[in-house]
């Protein structure tokens, strides 16, 4: 795998527009912070963008399977690119609409930009690499947000707030160089003939292939029991902030989470020679639960992070297994619109979390919230480990129905 020159250059285009995502998160939440009081309008701000990515979903899929994968990419990054240039403006206006400008344009560039990346690394990569692949991606996506957050952390004391917009636009940039030294073999062998067989259908496809492979239509809905962290994350770092009274605590939490993470990811692949896929992923589900329950004592600093890095281990064995598990188990003609669904699901889970988010911090507060969302994902954990075993679905070994017969 390490020969394979496409490995290098999604690695290298990951680590360099991670930089620039993260640096611009951190300003994001910086300038609402400075105009929005409200948590809950501060998640409102945020799902318009995620809304505008729902809604393009079922196209960008279709497109992604109908079209040759790079050509996507190159276009959905000249996109992020370009989304830049609406947060300059709202930075020099002072414009909270321009923002939001900024916010739909990217997300719709991501509604194509990752699930065509997704598409693209089981071509690229042999079946029996994907684990090791799914996980390094996944970590070097965490050392660009560990690096990108404390980057933009000092750049936000010695420069100006429009500093990191700049520094993303240019990781965008570098992006796009990276994308086209790709080589896929997109005329021939495996992608010739993810183009021959059905992919001349909608998006709605997608439902009878899930009903025909179980695992993965479990494994999917596994996968938005994190989302009720993930999806709050950040206003939980405002808060948790707030009521510490330190503005170090916000990088620290993103680095330690982001440490755990690559732990994880990298333990995984260990993990799964000794533990079989259902445990894998019903015990880290349950990890995230406790995760939540811990932050219950958001006073203590020490209990805090060692939440978040409770967290981040158990995500980074939770997220690759399940990738690995699509990404083998779910026909190749149907990965864009598969993962252009997930991608759906994901920004439907992440509107409702935001809001309720932000509705229970100005209502209930932190503390009251987490145990909340502690009690749903074990209750979820164990109705999906109840719901697996009556229907008698194995997450181990690939279903024997074949895609050309749904």
């Given at each position: 795998?390490?020969?394979?020159?496409?490995?290098?250059?999604?690695?290298?285009?990951?680590m360099?527009a991670?930089?620039?995502?993260w640096?611009?998160?951190i300003?994001?939440?910086?300038f609402?912070?400075?105009?929005v009081?409200?948590d809950?309008m501060?998640?409102?701000?945020m799902?318009v963008?995620l809304?505008?990515?729902?809604?393009?979903?079922?196209l960008?899929?279709k497109v992604?399977?109908q079209s040759?994968?790079k050509?996507?990419l190159?276009?959905?990054?000249?996109g992020r690119?370009?989304?830049?240039i609406f947060?300059l403006?709202a930075i020099?206006?002072?414009?909270i609409w321009?923002m939001?400008?900024f916010?739909?344009s990217?997300?719709l560039?991501a509604t194509?930009?990752f699930?065509?990346?997704?598409?693209?690394?089981p071509?690229?990569?042999?079946d029996?690499?994907l684990?090791?692949?799914n996980g390094?991606?996944?970590n070097?996506a965490?050392i660009?947000?560990?690096i990108?957050?404390?980057?933009?952390?000092i750049?936000?004391?010695?420069?100006?707030?429009i500093s990191?917009?700049?520094?993303?636009?240019i990781?965008?940039?570098?992006l796009l160089?990276?994308?086209?030294?790709?080589?896929i073999?997109?005329e021939?062998?495996?992608e010739?003939?993810?183009?021959?067989?059905?992919?001349?259908g909608?998006?709605?496809?997608?439902?009878?292939?899930l009903?025909?492979y179980?695992?993965?239509?479990?494994t999917l809905?596994?996968?938005l029991?994190?989302l009720?962290?993930?999806?709050?994350?950040n206003?939980l770092v405002?808060?948790?902030?707030?009521?510490q009274d330190s503005?170090?605590?916000?990088?620290?939490?993103?680095?330690?989470?982001?440490?755990?993470f690559?732990?994880?990811a990298?333990?995984?692949?260990?993990?799964s020679?000794k533990?079989r896929?259902?445990?894998?992923l019903?015990?880290?589900a349950t990890?995230?639960a406790?995760?939540?329950f811990?932050l219950?004592?958001?006073?203590?600093?020490f209990?805090?992070?060692a939440?978040?890095?409770v967290?981040?281990?158990?995500?980074?064995c939770?997220?690759?297994?399940?990738?690995?598990?699509?990404?083998?188990?779910?026909?190749?003609e149907?990965h864009?619109?598969?993962?252009?669904?997930?991608?759906m699901?994901?920004r439907?889970?992440?509107?409702?979390v935001l809001?309720?988010?932000?509705a229970?911090l100005d209502?209930m507060?932190?503390?009251?919230?987490?145990v909340?969302f502690?009690?749903i994902?074990?209750?979820?954990?164990?109705?999906?480990f109840?719901?697996m075993?009556?229907?008698?679905?194995?997450?181990?070994e690939?279903?024997?129905?074949?895609?050309?017969s749904?």
């Amino acid at each position: 795998m390490w020969r394979n020159r496409n490995v290098w250059i999604i690695l290298s285009g990951e680590m360099i527009a991670g930089l620039g995502l993260w640096t611009g998160i951190i300003g994001n939440l910086e300038f609402m912070q400075e105009k929005v009081p409200s948590d809950f309008m501060k998640a409102l701000i945020m799902s318009v963008g995620l809304l505008a990515g729902l809604v393009a979903g079922p196209l960008a899929g279709k497109v992604i399977d109908q079209s040759k994968k790079k050509t996507v990419l190159l276009i959905s990054g000249l996109g992020r690119m370009l989304s830049v240039i609406f947060m300059l403006v709202a930075i020099g206006t002072g414009s909270i609409w321009w923002m939001v400008a900024f916010m739909v344009s990217i997300q719709l560039s991501a509604t194509f930009y990752f699930p065509a990346l997704q598409a693209t690394i089981p071509l690229v990569v042999k079946d029996e690499n994907l684990l090791s692949m799914n996980g390094l991606h996944m970590n070097v996506a965490t050392i660009s947000r560990i690096i990108g957050t404390a980057l933009a952390g000092i750049m936000l004391v010695y420069w100006s707030l429009i500093s990191l917009y700049w520094i993303s636009m240019i990781a965008y940039g570098a992006l796009l160089l990276f994308t086209m030294m790709l080589r896929i073999d997109e005329e021939e062998g495996r992608e010739a003939k993810v183009k021959t067989a059905g992919n001349s259908g909608g998006f709605m496809e997608v439902f009878p292939v899930l009903k025909a492979y179980p695992a993965v239509g479990m494994t999917l809905i596994m996968t938005l029991i994190p989302l009720l962290f993930i999806g709050s994350f950040n206003l939980l770092v405002i808060n948790i902030s707030e009521i510490q009274d330190s503005v170090s605590i916000k990088g620290l939490v993103y680095t330690v989470e982001g440490i755990a993470f690559m732990a994880g990811a990298l333990a995984v692949k260990y993990i799964s020679t000794k533990w079989r896929t259902t445990m894998i992923l019903f015990f880290f589900a349950t990890m995230v639960a406790v995760a939540e329950f811990m932050l219950f004592f958001v006073e203590s600093t020490f209990i805090t992070l060692a939440a978040f890095g409770v967290l981040g281990f158990a995500l980074g064995c939770f997220f690759p297994t399940a990738m690995v598990i699509f990404q083998k188990q779910m026909p190749k003609e149907y990965h864009g619109r598969f993962f252009s669904f997930r991608n759906m699901l994901e920004r439907v889970m992440f509107q409702v979390v935001l809001l309720t988010a932000g509705a229970f911090l100005d209502i209930m507060g932190l503390q009251l919230m987490v145990v909340v969302f502690g009690v749903i994902s074990l209750s979820l954990t164990a109705l999906f480990f109840v719901q697996m075993k009556r229907r008698n679905i194995v997450l181990e070994e690939p279903e024997p129905v074949a895609a050309e017969s749904v």
